[in-house]
Protein backbone atom coordinates (compact mmCIF):
# COMPACT_ATOMS: atom_id res chain seq x y z
CA UNK A 1 0.00 0.00 0.00
CA UNK A 2 1.24 3.43 -0.88
CA UNK A 3 2.15 6.03 2.57
CA UNK A 4 0.24 9.09 2.10
CA UNK A 5 3.64 10.75 1.50
CA UNK A 6 3.75 8.82 -1.80
CA UNK A 7 0.13 9.45 -2.83
CA UNK A 8 0.42 12.18 -5.54
CA UNK A 9 -2.81 14.50 -5.25
CA UNK A 10 -4.02 13.18 -8.60
CA UNK A 11 -4.79 10.63 -6.46
CA UNK A 12 -6.45 12.29 -3.51
CA UNK A 13 -8.87 13.87 -5.24
CA UNK A 14 -7.06 17.52 -4.69
CA UNK A 15 -6.17 17.82 -8.25
CA UNK A 16 -7.64 16.18 -11.31
CA UNK A 17 -4.95 13.97 -13.48
CA UNK A 18 -5.28 14.89 -17.18
CA UNK A 19 -5.87 19.03 -16.39
CA UNK A 20 -3.74 21.64 -17.79
CA UNK A 21 -1.99 19.17 -20.71
CA UNK A 22 -0.44 21.48 -23.04
CA UNK A 23 -1.70 19.91 -27.36
CA UNK A 24 1.29 17.04 -27.49
CA UNK A 25 -0.41 15.91 -24.07
CA UNK A 26 -3.40 15.78 -25.11
CA UNK A 27 -2.54 13.91 -27.92
CA UNK A 28 -0.56 11.23 -26.22
CA UNK A 29 -3.86 11.18 -23.93
CA UNK A 30 -6.16 10.46 -26.60
CA UNK A 31 -3.33 8.50 -28.60
CA UNK A 32 -3.76 5.93 -25.55
CA UNK A 33 -7.65 6.34 -25.05
CA UNK A 34 -8.57 5.47 -29.04
CA UNK A 35 -11.25 3.33 -28.99
CA UNK A 36 -9.96 2.36 -25.76
CA UNK A 37 -13.17 1.52 -24.17
CA UNK A 38 -14.85 0.08 -27.76
CA UNK A 39 -11.76 -2.70 -27.56
CA UNK A 40 -12.64 -3.57 -23.84
CA UNK A 41 -16.12 -4.18 -24.18
CA UNK A 42 -16.55 -4.39 -27.98
CA UNK A 43 -19.61 -3.64 -30.30
CA UNK A 44 -22.13 -4.86 -27.80
CA UNK A 45 -21.45 -2.28 -24.93
CA UNK A 46 -21.93 1.32 -24.56
CA UNK A 47 -19.10 3.57 -24.15
CA UNK A 48 -20.81 5.20 -21.08
CA UNK A 49 -20.53 2.60 -18.97
CA UNK A 50 -19.35 4.26 -15.99
CA UNK A 51 -15.28 3.01 -15.51
CA UNK A 52 -16.23 -0.12 -13.98
CA UNK A 53 -18.16 1.26 -11.23
CA UNK A 54 -21.60 -0.22 -11.96
CA UNK A 55 -24.92 1.67 -12.85
CA UNK A 56 -25.87 3.65 -15.70
CA UNK A 57 -28.21 3.23 -18.89
CA UNK A 58 -30.86 1.75 -16.84
CA UNK A 59 -33.72 3.16 -14.49
CA UNK A 60 -30.62 4.57 -12.15
CA UNK A 61 -30.33 7.13 -15.37
CA UNK A 62 -33.84 7.91 -15.04
CA UNK A 63 -34.45 8.15 -11.66
CA UNK A 64 -31.58 10.67 -10.76
CA UNK A 65 -31.25 12.64 -14.10
CA UNK A 66 -34.24 12.81 -17.02
CA UNK A 67 -37.07 12.56 -14.12
CA UNK A 68 -35.92 16.05 -13.24
CA UNK A 69 -36.88 17.57 -16.96
CA UNK A 70 -40.62 17.01 -16.38
CA UNK A 71 -42.13 16.93 -19.61
CA UNK A 72 -40.01 19.26 -21.43
CA UNK A 73 -39.34 19.16 -25.34
CA UNK A 74 -36.17 20.12 -26.80
CA UNK A 75 -34.85 21.14 -30.67
CA UNK A 76 -31.25 19.94 -30.39
CA UNK A 77 -29.73 17.66 -27.59
CA UNK A 78 -25.72 17.84 -27.23
CA UNK A 79 -24.82 14.12 -26.51
CA UNK A 80 -21.40 13.93 -25.27
CA UNK A 81 -19.81 10.05 -26.11
CA UNK A 82 -22.60 9.06 -26.86
CA UNK A 83 -21.60 5.57 -27.95
CA UNK A 84 -24.63 3.78 -29.79
CA UNK A 85 -27.00 6.58 -27.74
CA UNK A 86 -28.66 3.97 -25.19
CA UNK A 87 -28.58 6.54 -22.29
CA UNK A 88 -30.95 8.89 -24.42
CA UNK A 89 -33.65 6.14 -25.10
CA UNK A 90 -35.71 7.88 -22.14
CA UNK A 91 -35.62 11.30 -24.61
CA UNK A 92 -37.39 9.32 -27.26
CA UNK A 93 -39.98 11.24 -28.79
CA UNK A 94 -39.48 14.21 -26.76
CA UNK A 95 -35.99 15.96 -29.26
CA UNK A 96 -35.67 17.19 -32.77
CA UNK A 97 -32.50 16.05 -32.88
CA UNK A 98 -29.19 15.21 -31.74
CA UNK A 99 -25.44 16.11 -32.40
CA UNK A 100 -23.30 13.40 -31.30
CA UNK A 101 -19.48 13.65 -30.21
CA UNK A 102 -17.90 10.01 -30.57
CA UNK A 103 -14.60 9.23 -31.03
CA UNK A 104 -14.97 5.07 -31.88
CA UNK A 105 -16.60 5.44 -35.26
CA UNK A 106 -17.98 1.94 -35.09
CA UNK A 107 -20.69 3.44 -32.87
CA UNK A 108 -21.78 6.14 -35.57
CA UNK A 109 -25.37 5.93 -37.02
CA UNK A 110 -28.02 8.23 -38.78
CA UNK A 111 -30.85 7.46 -35.55
CA UNK A 112 -30.34 8.18 -31.37
CA UNK A 113 -33.73 7.57 -29.69
CA UNK A 114 -35.46 7.60 -32.68
CA UNK A 115 -34.65 11.25 -33.98
CA UNK A 116 -32.32 12.40 -36.57
CA UNK A 117 -28.55 12.27 -35.32
CA UNK A 118 -25.58 13.51 -36.36
CA UNK A 119 -22.50 12.21 -35.38
CA UNK A 120 -18.72 14.04 -34.93
CA UNK A 121 -15.63 13.06 -33.79
CA UNK A 122 -14.06 15.23 -31.09
CA UNK A 123 -11.41 17.72 -31.65
CA UNK A 124 -8.14 17.54 -29.93
CA UNK A 125 -8.78 20.95 -27.12
CA UNK A 126 -13.11 19.73 -26.94
CA UNK A 127 -14.03 22.73 -29.47
CA UNK A 128 -17.50 21.87 -31.11
CA UNK A 129 -18.48 23.14 -34.40
CA UNK A 130 -21.92 24.69 -33.69
CA UNK A 131 -23.01 28.21 -32.86
CA UNK A 132 -23.30 29.69 -29.30
CA UNK A 133 -26.35 28.29 -27.96
CA UNK A 134 -27.51 26.44 -30.60
CA UNK A 135 -28.88 23.49 -28.12
CA UNK A 136 -31.15 23.51 -25.07
CA UNK A 137 -30.45 20.00 -23.84
CA UNK A 138 -26.91 18.16 -23.46
CA UNK A 139 -26.00 14.71 -21.86
CA UNK A 140 -22.40 13.14 -20.87
CA UNK A 141 -23.06 10.07 -19.21
CA UNK A 142 -19.77 8.57 -17.62
CA UNK A 143 -17.77 10.53 -20.14
CA UNK A 144 -15.85 13.09 -18.46
CA UNK A 145 -13.77 10.21 -16.67
CA UNK A 146 -12.09 9.61 -20.14
CA UNK A 147 -11.09 13.35 -21.48
CA UNK A 148 -8.05 15.08 -19.72
CA UNK A 149 -9.24 19.00 -19.84
CA UNK A 150 -12.58 18.21 -18.34
CA UNK A 151 -12.79 22.13 -17.44
CA UNK A 152 -12.23 23.47 -20.98
CA UNK A 153 -14.57 20.96 -22.18
CA UNK A 154 -17.34 22.09 -19.71
CA UNK A 155 -16.80 25.78 -20.51
CA UNK A 156 -17.77 24.82 -24.64
CA UNK A 157 -20.50 22.48 -23.61
CA UNK A 158 -21.50 25.81 -21.50
CA UNK A 159 -21.00 27.91 -24.81
CA UNK A 160 -23.41 25.92 -27.11
CA UNK A 161 -26.50 25.66 -24.68
CA UNK A 162 -29.02 28.10 -24.35
CA UNK A 163 -29.29 30.20 -21.58
CA UNK A 164 -31.88 27.19 -19.15
CA UNK A 165 -30.71 24.71 -20.85
CA UNK A 166 -30.26 21.72 -18.76
CA UNK A 167 -26.85 19.57 -18.47
CA UNK A 168 -27.08 15.83 -17.26
CA UNK A 169 -24.30 14.41 -16.00
CA UNK A 170 -23.25 11.09 -14.62
CA UNK A 171 -19.95 10.58 -13.32
CA UNK A 172 -17.64 8.10 -11.64
CA UNK A 173 -16.20 9.72 -7.53
CA UNK A 174 -13.75 7.53 -7.09
CA UNK A 175 -10.17 7.15 -8.28
CA UNK A 176 -10.77 3.99 -10.00
CA UNK A 177 -7.10 2.84 -8.56
CA UNK A 178 -3.99 3.75 -9.33
CA UNK A 179 -3.71 5.44 -12.83
CA UNK A 180 0.14 4.66 -13.26
CA UNK A 181 -0.61 1.59 -13.34
CA UNK A 182 -2.47 -1.07 -15.65
CA UNK A 183 -6.17 -1.90 -14.62
CA UNK A 184 -7.99 -4.68 -15.69
CA UNK A 185 -11.39 -3.37 -17.39
CA UNK A 186 -10.39 0.40 -17.91
CA UNK A 187 -8.44 2.29 -20.57
CA UNK A 188 -4.86 3.34 -19.56
CA UNK A 189 -5.69 7.03 -18.64
CA UNK A 190 -9.77 7.16 -17.05
CA UNK A 191 -10.12 8.25 -13.64
CA UNK A 192 -12.55 9.08 -11.57
CA UNK A 193 -13.63 12.85 -10.74
CA UNK A 194 -13.65 14.38 -7.27
CA UNK A 195 -17.21 15.36 -7.01
CA UNK A 196 -16.42 18.58 -5.08
CA UNK A 197 -13.75 19.44 -8.15
CA UNK A 198 -16.91 18.60 -10.19
CA UNK A 199 -19.13 21.04 -8.43
CA UNK A 200 -16.53 23.79 -8.85
CA UNK A 201 -15.96 23.10 -12.48
CA UNK A 202 -19.62 23.76 -13.13
CA UNK A 203 -19.68 26.83 -11.69
CA UNK A 204 -16.39 28.14 -13.16
CA UNK A 205 -17.89 26.82 -16.67
CA UNK A 206 -21.28 28.96 -15.66
CA UNK A 207 -23.61 26.39 -14.86
CA UNK A 208 -25.87 26.24 -11.93
CA UNK A 209 -26.46 22.91 -9.98
CA UNK A 210 -30.02 22.08 -9.88
CA UNK A 211 -29.82 18.44 -8.50
CA UNK A 212 -27.05 16.52 -7.29
CA UNK A 213 -27.42 12.97 -5.89
CA UNK A 214 -24.73 9.86 -5.32
CA UNK A 215 -25.59 6.35 -6.47
CA UNK A 216 -23.86 2.97 -6.89
CA UNK A 217 -23.28 1.57 -3.47
CA UNK A 218 -20.67 -0.90 -3.65
CA UNK A 219 -21.72 -4.37 -2.90
CA UNK A 220 -25.58 -3.62 -3.22
CA UNK A 221 -26.22 -5.02 -6.73
CA UNK A 222 -24.63 -8.21 -6.00
CA UNK A 223 -26.69 -8.68 -2.94
CA UNK A 224 -29.98 -8.11 -4.49
CA UNK A 225 -28.88 -10.52 -7.64
CA UNK A 226 -28.17 -12.97 -4.71
CA UNK A 227 -31.97 -12.80 -3.38
CA UNK A 228 -33.16 -12.87 -7.56
CA UNK A 229 -33.78 -9.17 -7.75
CA UNK A 230 -33.54 -8.45 -12.12
CA UNK A 231 -35.07 -6.71 -14.45
CA UNK A 232 -34.38 -5.87 -17.89
CA UNK A 233 -31.37 -5.89 -20.10
CA UNK A 234 -29.09 -4.09 -17.23
CA UNK A 235 -30.08 -6.51 -14.59
CA UNK A 236 -31.21 -4.61 -11.12
CA UNK A 237 -30.64 -1.34 -12.50
CA UNK A 238 -33.42 -1.44 -14.76
CA UNK A 239 -35.11 -2.22 -11.58
CA UNK A 240 -36.65 0.57 -10.45
CA UNK A 241 -37.01 -0.45 -6.30
CA UNK A 242 -33.60 -1.27 -6.36
CA UNK A 243 -32.65 1.87 -7.72
CA UNK A 244 -34.67 3.89 -4.84
CA UNK A 245 -33.04 1.57 -2.35
CA UNK A 246 -29.47 2.35 -3.86
CA UNK A 247 -30.18 5.95 -3.57
CA UNK A 248 -31.52 6.11 -0.55
CA UNK A 249 -28.27 3.89 0.91
CA UNK A 250 -25.83 6.35 -1.06
CA UNK A 251 -27.65 9.15 0.50
CA UNK A 252 -27.43 8.01 4.10
CA UNK A 253 -23.77 7.05 3.37
CA UNK A 254 -22.54 10.15 1.33
CA UNK A 255 -21.21 11.40 4.94
CA UNK A 256 -18.22 8.35 3.75
CA UNK A 257 -17.58 9.92 -0.06
CA UNK A 258 -13.81 10.71 -0.55
CA UNK A 259 -11.89 10.38 -3.80
CA UNK A 260 -9.11 7.74 -2.94
CA UNK A 261 -10.07 4.58 -1.06
CA UNK A 262 -7.34 2.52 -0.11
CA UNK A 263 -9.00 1.32 3.27
CA UNK A 264 -11.56 -1.26 3.68
CA UNK A 265 -14.10 1.07 5.71
CA UNK A 266 -13.32 4.36 2.56
CA UNK A 267 -15.26 1.67 0.49
CA UNK A 268 -18.81 1.94 2.77
CA UNK A 269 -19.82 4.95 -0.16
CA UNK A 270 -20.94 5.67 -2.91
CA UNK A 271 -19.04 5.75 -6.42
CA UNK A 272 -21.39 7.50 -8.92
CA UNK A 273 -22.07 11.08 -9.25
CA UNK A 274 -25.29 12.72 -10.93
CA UNK A 275 -25.65 16.27 -11.66
CA UNK A 276 -28.92 17.87 -13.70
CA UNK A 277 -27.27 21.78 -14.24
CA UNK A 278 -29.16 24.53 -16.30
CA UNK A 279 -26.69 26.79 -18.23
CA UNK A 280 -26.85 30.30 -16.72
CA UNK A 281 -27.10 33.63 -18.56
CA UNK A 282 -23.80 34.99 -19.97
CA UNK A 283 -22.32 37.05 -17.83
Same mark, same amino acid.
Given at each position: ?101 ? %? +??? &? ?9 ? #?? @? =? $? ?39 ? %? +??? &? ?9 ? #?? @? =? $? ?54 ? #?? @? ?43
Amino acid at each position: MLQSREIPPELTGERLHGEGLDDAGLRAWFADEQDGYANIVGDAGSSLAGGGTGGGTGEDDRFHAFEHLGNRRFACCLALGAAQGDEFEALTGRVGRFVAIE %P +GRS &FWQDRIAGAPA #DY @R =A $PTLRGAIDLPDGACDIAGSFGVLHHIPNVSEVLCEVARVLA %P +GAP &FLVREPIVSLG #DF @R =A $PRPGLTRNERGIPHRLMDAMLADAGFAVRAKSFAVFPGLDRIARSVGMAAGANGVW #DH @RGFVRLDAAVSRLMAWNVRYWRPRLWHKAAPSMGYWVAERQMPA
